[in-house]
Each structure stands twice: as structure tokens, then as C-alpha cells.
């Protein structure tokens, strides 16, 4: 059994107001081993966010089922950490005790929480900033806090939706060094989402590519290019023109849907 599991998985939006049904998710099963980091590259609307919620138990199945090390999801848990879009940090609390907060909910005193998020403050490379506001960071700044939270709660899984999108081209391309760093330093297990070839290219160990929407999976390709990767080495760029092909095919596909609808 791999520690991630996705089996079958079905998942129907209802819309109560036109009474309709929307089928989002299309029978996908992914599993996930230990250590990989895996991106999830679809079209938009394709349910690459809705799979990372169902694996944070932020969503339930329609059908099938989602197992982490074993065990069923019914829920959110601390053995998952979720790193969203945007960092959603207090803006009343410095750095640390952003970093810190699941410490806070626990109730642990300020000693020790400022103690408990220095680690993870340099590891993402704000040593300095700790008594920093939100609103006086970078987009890259607050962006390396949200991943700082998720990391201090040693989570089994780090699930990550586009978290690098809003980012400029250069801050996004150091934000992805160092989350490589990270994850080979903290030997994590991540899920990434990402509309981007490049990005999925630089980070994963695999990438699995979602069919447009209703979301399936359309193919799942190791990628075993040394690191650091080499974004313009031929063999990387053999295997972004696959990609690409790929998702032409499946842009082709979904307007041939919407006229075939309209
Ligand atoms: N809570 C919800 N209620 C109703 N429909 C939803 C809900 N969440 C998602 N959907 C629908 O499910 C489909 C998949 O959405 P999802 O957000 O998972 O796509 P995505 O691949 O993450 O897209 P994007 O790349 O734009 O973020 C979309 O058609 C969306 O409208
Ligand atoms: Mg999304």
C-alpha cells in the first residue's frame, strides 16, 4: 500500500439553486509514495484543487475513498499541512507567532512558541524579519511564512495548491529552489498543484496531468532529470513539449465540449 491513496475517487458538486448536478472529479486513483513530491497539472477547472482538498479532508468523496499512511480521511488533521495561494497570516502578529500559531491553538506559552518557530524561520530564509508584520513583507516573504506554519507541525504530508502563482518570475524561481531544498532537508511527502509545465518540471519527481474537466488522469510521467534542473536542457525540454502536447489535445477536447453543450 502507498502512504497516499486515492481509490476511485468520484466527486459530484450539486448546484441547489438550478437543481443540476456537476461532475467534477471522473474516477481518478493516484497513489503517493513516501518522499516523492508530486505535481498535479491540469486545465483550470479540471479539479486538481479539488483533489488536494479532498487529501486535506477539506472535501468529501462522492465516491471512493482517500487513505494517508493507512488510515481513511474524514477530516482535516495535523498530520496534514495545507500551503494555499495566498498565505492567509494574521496581520496582527509578527512573523514568528504567524509561524507559531498552531502552537497558540495548543495553548503553549510565547517563550516557547518564539523558540519553537526559529528553525523554520531560517529554513525559509527570514532569519531577521521575525518581529515583522505581514504587511510589511514581500508577496515571496509572507508566501515563505505560510510554508514555515505548515512545516513547524512536522506534518506526514505538505499539500500545496499554486502556491507560488501570484509570485513575480524571479522570486517564483528562488521560491522554487528553496522548497526543493526544503524538501529534500525535511525528506517531506508533497502534493503540488500547479497550471504551470515549467514549475511541475523543476519540482517533481513525478507529474501527473489531469484531462479537462471532468478531471481524470491523462498520463503520469516520472521525471528523472538531475537536480538542480536544467530548464533549458534538451532533456527537459523533450519532455515539456510532451506535456505540452498533452494539454493542447485536452484544450482541443474541451472546446469541442462546449460546442457540442452550446
Ligand atoms: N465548492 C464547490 N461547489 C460547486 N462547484 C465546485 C466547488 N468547488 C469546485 N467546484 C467546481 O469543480 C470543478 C473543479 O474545480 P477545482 O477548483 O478543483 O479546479 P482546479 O483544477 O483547481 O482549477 P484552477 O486551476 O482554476 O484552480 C470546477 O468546475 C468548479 O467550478
Ligand atoms: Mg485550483
Redesign the pocket.
Known amino acids: 500500500m502507498s502512504f497516499i491513496e486515492l481509490n476511485n475517487i468520484v466527486k459530484i458538486?450539486k448546484?441547489p439553486q438550478r437543481g443540476t448536478d456537476?461532475l467534477?472529479i471522473d474516477h481518478v486513483s493516484l497513489s503517493v509514495e513516501k518522499k516523492q513530491l508530486v505535481c498535479l497539472l491540469?486545465?483550470?477547472?479540471?479539479?486538481?484543487?479539488?483533489?488536494l482538498n479532498m487529501i486535506a479532508g477539506f472535501e468529501k468523496a462522492t465516491e471512493g475513498e482517500v487513505l494517508v499512511a493507512g488510515k481513511p480521511i474524514l477530516g482535516p488533521g495535523a498530520d496534514r499541512g495545507m500551503v494555499f495561494q495566498q498565505p492567509n497570516l494574521m496581520p496582527w502578529l509578527p512573523v514568528w507567532d504567524n509561524v507559531a500559531f498552531a502552537l497558540k491553538l495548543q495553548g503553549m506559552n510565547k517563550k516557547n512558541r518564539r523558540q519553537a518557530a526559529q528553525p523554520f524561520i531560517d529554513a525559509v530564509k527570514l532569519t531577521g524579519f521575525e518581529n515583522h508584520l505581514p504587511g510589511e513583507l514581500s508577496g515571496g516573504m509572507a508566501q515563505r511564512v505560510g510554508i514555515a506554519r505548515a512545516l513547524l507541525q512536522n506534518p506526514a504530508v505538505i499539500l500545496m495548491?499554486?502556491p507560488f502563482a501570484a509570485l513575480d518570475a524571479q522570486t517564483k524561481l528562488d521560491m522554487q529552489e528553496e522548497l526543493v531544498t526544503i524538501w529534500q532537508r525535511y525528506n517531506s511527502t508533497i502534493v503540488f498543484?500547479t497550471?504551470s509545465v515549467d514549475e511541475a518540471l523543476i519540482l517533481g519527481t513525478q507529474v501527473v496531468i489531469?484531462t479537462h474537466?471532468p478531471?481524470r488522469i491523462r498520463e503520469r510521467i516520472v521525471i528523472d532529470l538531475e537536480r538542480p534542473r536544467d530548464i533549458t536542457s534538451n532533456a527537459f525540454n523533450h519532455i515539456k513539449r510532451h506535456i505540452l502536447e498533452l494539454i493542447r489535445e485536452e484544450a482541443q477536447l474541451a472546446r469541442q465540449d462546449q460546442q457540442v453543450a452550446a
Open positions: 458538486f448546484d456537476m467534477a491540469g486545465p483550470s477547472g479540471c479539479g486538481k484543487s479539488t483533489l495548491d499554486e498543484v497550471h489531469m474537466r478531471g
